[in-house]
Protein backbone atom coordinates (compact mmCIF):
# COMPACT_ATOMS: atom_id res chain seq x y z
CA UNK A 1 0.00 0.00 0.00
CA UNK A 2 1.12 3.10 -0.85
CA UNK A 3 1.43 6.00 2.09
CA UNK A 4 -1.84 8.49 2.08
CA UNK A 5 -4.26 5.67 0.47
CA UNK A 6 -6.46 4.05 2.68
CA UNK A 7 -7.68 0.62 1.74
CA UNK A 8 -10.97 1.82 0.01
CA UNK A 9 -9.00 4.29 -2.48
CA UNK A 10 -6.69 0.69 -3.17
CA UNK A 11 -9.37 -1.42 -3.46
CA UNK A 12 -11.77 1.23 -5.89
CA UNK A 13 -7.98 2.10 -8.02
CA UNK A 14 -7.54 -1.87 -8.70
CA UNK A 15 -11.29 -2.65 -9.31
CA UNK A 16 -11.75 -4.84 -6.54
CA UNK A 17 -15.04 -3.78 -4.66
CA UNK A 18 -17.71 -6.07 -5.05
CA UNK A 19 -21.12 -5.44 -6.61
CA UNK A 20 -24.38 -5.81 -4.46
CA UNK A 21 -26.78 -3.64 -6.78
CA UNK A 22 -29.42 -6.27 -7.27
CA UNK A 23 -30.21 -4.56 -10.48
CA UNK A 24 -27.04 -5.03 -12.26
CA UNK A 25 -27.02 -8.27 -10.75
CA UNK A 26 -30.50 -9.44 -12.01
CA UNK A 27 -29.25 -8.55 -15.45
CA UNK A 28 -26.43 -11.26 -15.02
CA UNK A 29 -28.47 -14.03 -13.48
CA UNK A 30 -31.37 -13.33 -16.82
CA UNK A 31 -28.20 -13.45 -18.79
CA UNK A 32 -26.76 -16.49 -17.75
CA UNK A 33 -30.68 -18.64 -17.44
CA UNK A 34 -31.13 -17.43 -20.97
CA UNK A 35 -27.98 -18.95 -22.12
CA UNK A 36 -28.45 -22.56 -20.17
CA UNK A 37 -31.95 -23.50 -20.82
CA UNK A 38 -31.04 -26.81 -20.64
CA UNK A 39 -29.40 -26.78 -17.17
CA UNK A 40 -32.47 -24.77 -16.08
CA UNK A 41 -35.07 -27.37 -17.43
CA UNK A 42 -32.87 -30.10 -15.38
CA UNK A 43 -32.66 -28.15 -12.45
CA UNK A 44 -36.24 -27.35 -12.29
CA UNK A 45 -36.99 -30.91 -12.94
CA UNK A 46 -35.03 -32.13 -9.76
CA UNK A 47 -31.28 -31.71 -10.18
CA UNK A 48 -30.69 -29.14 -6.97
CA UNK A 49 -26.56 -29.75 -7.71
CA UNK A 50 -26.83 -27.65 -10.47
CA UNK A 51 -28.10 -24.28 -8.31
CA UNK A 52 -24.17 -24.27 -7.72
CA UNK A 53 -23.44 -24.10 -11.28
CA UNK A 54 -25.65 -21.06 -11.67
CA UNK A 55 -24.02 -19.54 -9.04
CA UNK A 56 -20.71 -20.22 -10.73
CA UNK A 57 -21.17 -18.35 -13.97
CA UNK A 58 -23.01 -15.21 -12.49
CA UNK A 59 -19.63 -15.00 -10.31
CA UNK A 60 -17.26 -15.85 -13.87
CA UNK A 61 -19.71 -13.46 -15.77
CA UNK A 62 -19.32 -10.47 -12.77
CA UNK A 63 -15.47 -11.29 -13.00
CA UNK A 64 -16.18 -12.80 -9.24
CA UNK A 65 -17.65 -9.18 -7.71
CA UNK A 66 -21.00 -10.19 -7.64
CA UNK A 67 -21.95 -10.35 -3.41
CA UNK A 68 -22.57 -14.09 -3.31
CA UNK A 69 -25.72 -13.37 -0.81
CA UNK A 70 -27.57 -11.48 -3.46
CA UNK A 71 -26.86 -13.86 -6.17
CA UNK A 72 -27.99 -16.58 -4.22
CA UNK A 73 -31.47 -14.95 -3.58
CA UNK A 74 -32.00 -13.77 -6.77
CA UNK A 75 -31.12 -17.08 -8.38
CA UNK A 76 -33.70 -18.47 -5.82
CA UNK A 77 -36.16 -16.08 -6.67
CA UNK A 78 -35.64 -16.81 -10.87
CA UNK A 79 -35.06 -20.73 -10.51
Known amino acids: MRPGKTAEDVIKEKGFEQVSDSG ?7 EVIAANHANVDAYRGGN ?14 SQGKANPKVVNDILKEKL
Do not use: Y
Request: charged content about 30%; glycine content about 10%; cysteine-free.
Open 24 to 30: AIEKIVD
Open 48 to 61: EKLFGFFVGQVMKA
